[in-house]
């Protein structure tokens, strides 16, 4: 079964620190990976997504994600991390139901990112 | 450009009673979505619409839960009876297609069942 494991539900850091945030995903098809945002109280929003062509993809706030074929991975990095980026972030992953023709968004579990001052 | 349009934000009532929810889309998007998100784990798809046309409802529990989009445009999720393990947030999105678009997402409808 196609699934997506995020490995820390909570990460705290301080202002200005690097962060990572994992995610593994499993499948045995083609599939395309997307991170979204939830600030609190507000719906998800589009971080960043791998479609296909350059494995690094980058946001306009500066995160980025790097899709790992062999590892299936797809971790989220920010070099400097403000108060503003505390939110829950989701790993997701469309997945080709071939039968039916259409694709089907697969999300992980979710990490609360904590940035402190 | 408007966003994807959710009522109420949030509903509290007791087990066994009956609630809706509605939705109303990106203008222009054929693809809608309704999804459960139960406290410390991610959204769930509950059903699929493309036009006014189910794709999928895998996930739906048929004998409490309903859902349509007549006319493919807006829609309303029905539970009844509700169950405690139904409190969640119940997420609305919508895509252009039903490959791989961008979903964009509502602000939810809290729903506690007491």
Request: proline share 5%.
């Amino acid at each position: 079964a196609q699934s997506v494991t995020q490995l820390d539900s909570q990460v705290p850091v301080f202002e200005e620190a690097p962060v990572e945030l994992r995610c593994n995903y499993s499948s045995s098809v083609s599939v395309y990976l997307f991170w979204y945002v939830q600030y609190p109280n507000q719906g998800l929003q589009l971080l960043l997504k791998y479609l296909s062509g350059s494995t690094l993809v980058e946001s306009i706030n500066g995160f980025e994600a790097e899709f790992n074929k062999s590892q299936t991975s797809f971790h989220l990095r920010k070099p400097s991390v403000h108060i503003s980026d505390t939110a829950e972030y989701f790993c997701a992953v469309s997945l080709a139901v071939l039968s039916g023709g259409y694709n089907k968004l697969i999300f992980g579990a979710g990490t609360r990112l904590a940035v402190h001052p | 450009e408007a966003g994807v349009a959710q009522s109420p934000r949030y509903k509290i009532i007791e087990k066994r009673q009956s609630v809706a929810f509605w939705c109303n889309p990106i203008s222009g998007h054929a693809t809608l979505y309704w999804y459960q998100q139960i406290l410390g784990q991610g959204p769930k798809l509950l059903i699929q619409f493309q036009n006014n046309g189910v794709v999928d409802d895998s996930q739906l529990p048929k004998d409490r839960f309903s859902a349509e989009r007549l006319k493919g445009v807006d829609s309303t999720l029905k539970i009844q009876p509700a169950k405690l393990e139904d409190s969640a947030v119940y997420l609305c999105a919508s895509s252009l297609g039903t490959t791989q678009e961008t979903q964009y997402f509502g602000p939810g409808t809290r729903l506690l069942v007491l």
